[in-house]
């Protein structure tokens, strides 16, 4: 994952702090969570049908939700897993907005 330097100055304090330790804190509890994505999306891509697993290889994985904006988790993914792997436009709501062109469309969906 990516480092970069944050600083923080508080104004009315005259106080400055350096939060890269602080940010190395957090990358280092999220560590273990993101090794198990990792390691369960690798498992869900070898049980993947062949078929299914084809189309992931030419078109890749895209991140949705607040998991998305984790700094570096996409390069980290493309890297372990070899396909590629894109953001979504709006990874917070575009799951939503979907649901809701699909629910205004049901007449598309076969029975």
Known sequence: MKTEHIEVVDYDSKWVNDFNQIK???EEALKESVNIIVETTKKVLEE???ELSADIINKGI???G???LING???LL???LDVPVYIAESPLT???EGTGVLLNNLYLIEK
């Open 24 to 26: 190395g804190e957090i």
């Open 48 to 50: 993947t049908p062949p």
């Open 62 to 64: 895209v991140l949705t």
């Open 66 to 68: 607040g998991g998305a």
């Open 73 to 75: 988790l996409d390069e």
């Open 78 to 80: 493309q890297k372990e």
């Open 94 to 96: 575009c799951v939503a």
